[in-house]
């Protein structure tokens, strides 16, 4: 349960580099409450400054049986470098989950379109997915665009779920790199007609896209002239 505020006080238990300045952190209570929340949601995390706390929002990239809270951080300006610059058994004070971004049970084929770091909280609805035997039941498609393949995060991780799960697909797209690898086949934007591609039509799914402002009006953009109804498609976008 949270602290009468709304806030947890939290330490850095860890840091583990996930991609080419970005890097994950995993904060533990310092009290023993377990913090609920659903896949796909996010939290403020605060840190100290001359005015008093200063916060700005992550989404949560571990899953609710984990014992920690994790937040996967790209270094792009002045906060989150603060965040990567944090060192073992600091302390922080984090926000209550928040946030609607993640799918309903009765949601049985979704589609996640991730660029960059938009990838965090599809990472933590397929790791709950995955833990919980729940891919038998729900087709997922990644679409995930980078500009060069060492800002992939959690490659390994993803296909190693992947490998194990017929009912997930990845589909890995660079925007500025060409290279050979049998798990990357597509160098360009993802765009309507590669994902009909992919998909076969667009009927009778979710929607869910995450990443910068550009990159998901685009994309929103693009398969609503597909016909996607806009009650099946999920943003969640950030500067």
Do not use: W
């Not at 904060?27 to 700005?56: C, H, M, T």
């Amino acid at each position: 349960m949270p602290e009468k505020n709304g806030k947890f006080d939290c330490i850095l238990a860890s840091k583990k580099k996930e991609a080419e300045g970005i890097t994950t952190l995993k904060f533990k209570p310092k009290r023993a409450d377990k913090i609920s929340f659903i896949p796909g949601q996010f939290i403020f995390v605060y840190l100290k400054n001359e005015s008093g706390l200063k916060g700005k929002p992550y989404t949560i990239s571990s899953i609710p049986d984990d014992k920690f809270l994790s937040v996967t951080v790209k270094k792009a300006g002045e906060f989150s470098t603060a965040l990567h610059n944090l060192a073992i058994g600091e302390s922080v004070t984090i926000g209550e989950p928040t946030g609607r971004f993640f799918p309903e049970e009765k949601n049985e084929e979704l589609v996640f379109l991730a660029a960059g770091i938009g990838v965090a909280p599809f990472v933590s609805i397929i790791r709950n997915y995955a833990k919980k035997g729940l891919l038998k039941n729900k087709k997922i498609h990644l679409f995930y665009s980078n500009k060069t393949k060492k800002d992939i995060a959690f490659f390994d991780e993803l296909n190693g779920i992947s490998d194990k799960n017929k009912n997930q697909r990845i589909f890995y797209y660079l925007t500025r790199q060409k290279i050979k690898d049998s798990r990357i086949k597509e160098f360009k934007r993802i765009d309507a007609e590669s994902i009909r591609d992919k998909l076969g039509c667009f009927e009778n799914k979710d929607y869910f896209i995450c990443g910068s402002m550009d990159f998901v009006s685009d994309i929103r953009r693009a398969i609503l002239n597909e016909g996607v109804e806009k009650q099946n498609i999920h943003i969640e976008s950030f500067y």
